[in-house]
């Protein structure tokens, strides 16, 4: 399948290169350490975990097509997405430091005149099985059960804070207010840059 890109980029939402770049990352620790003769590669362990996120398909069509148990698929599932999300967020997804965040602030004003502005901030609900016991603890505002994700961008659109894990009956307000990122924020712990931007305060100077 690697060897025609279009086809192996519909199957798992990557080309071929950004495939064997982040094997490349991810395979040392996904290695299986029992080195049985059947055991299932590194490579096979990314491709079924990159084609349930792009598929949307449930464990068990991924289990059938791939003649693995299910519970088999969800392990392998669990502990590759772990493995991507320990690699990864260090490197793509962490708290700018203070010239990152000026950067940000001037990008703002001269792409979108939002003169002291660090980020772009909203949130998505992700709809899950309600877990058993749990009531209307993950039940949301538009009648299915999810967890909730927050995230923010900079200017170009790109992620700086992402956080996912709320219960989706939780509010907005209440969501931001709880997360690392507010609560980060509140405390004046992200290195924010607090002086004035064409005279005018930052909002956090002005609360």
Same mark, same amino acid.
Do not use: M, W
């Given at each position: 399948m690697k060897l025609d890109n279009d086809i192996f980029f519909q199957y798992v939402r990557m080309d071929v290169d950004t495939f064997n770049y982040l094997l490349s990352m991810v395979e040392p620790y996904l290695r299986n350490?029992?080195?049985?003769?059947?055991?299932?590669?590194?490579?096979?362990?990314?491709?079924?975990?990159?084609?349930?996120?792009?598929?949307?398909?449930?464990?068990?069509?991924?289990?059938?097509?791939?003649?693995?148990?299910?519970?088999?698929?969800?392990?392998?599932?669990?502990?590759?997405?772990?493995?991507?999300?320990?690699?990864?967020?260090?490197?793509?997804?962490?708290?700018?430091c203070t010239p990152v965040w000026r950067n940000i602030i001037k990008g703002f004003e001269q792409d979108w005149?939002?003169?002291? /502005?660090?980020?772009?901030?909203?949130?998505?609900?992700? /709809?899950?099985?309600?877990p058993p016991d749990?009531? #209307?603890?993950?039940?949301?505002?538009?009648?299915?059960?999810?967890?909730a994700l927050l995230a923010a961008c900079n200017h170009r659109y790109e992620f700086?804070?992402?956080?996912?894990? #709320?219960?989706?009956?939780?509010?907005?307000?209440?969501?931001?207010?709880r997360s690392e990122f507010g609560k980060s924020l509140d405390e004046g712990c992200l290195n924010?840059?607090?002086e004035s931007v064409k005279k005018r305060k930052c909002p956090k100077e002005n609360t």
């Open positions: 350490r029992k080195k049985k003769r059947d055991a299932i590669s590194a490579e096979q362990r990314l491709t079924i975990t990159l084609r349930y996120l792009a598929s949307g398909d449930d464990i068990l069509s991924i289990a059938i097509s791939y003649r693995l148990g299910k519970p088999t698929v969800y392990s392998i599932i669990k502990r590759t997405c772990s493995v991507i999300h320990q690699v990864l967020s260090p490197i793509y997804v962490r708290p700018p005149q939002l003169p002291g /502005c660090i980020g772009a901030v909203d949130g998505k609900h992700i /709809c899950i099985q309600s749990s009531g #209307a603890l993950f039940y949301n505002y538009k009648k299915f059960h999810s967890i700086t804070v992402v956080e996912v894990g #709320a219960y989706g009956s939780e509010s907005d307000g209440g969501i931001f207010l924010i840059p607090t």
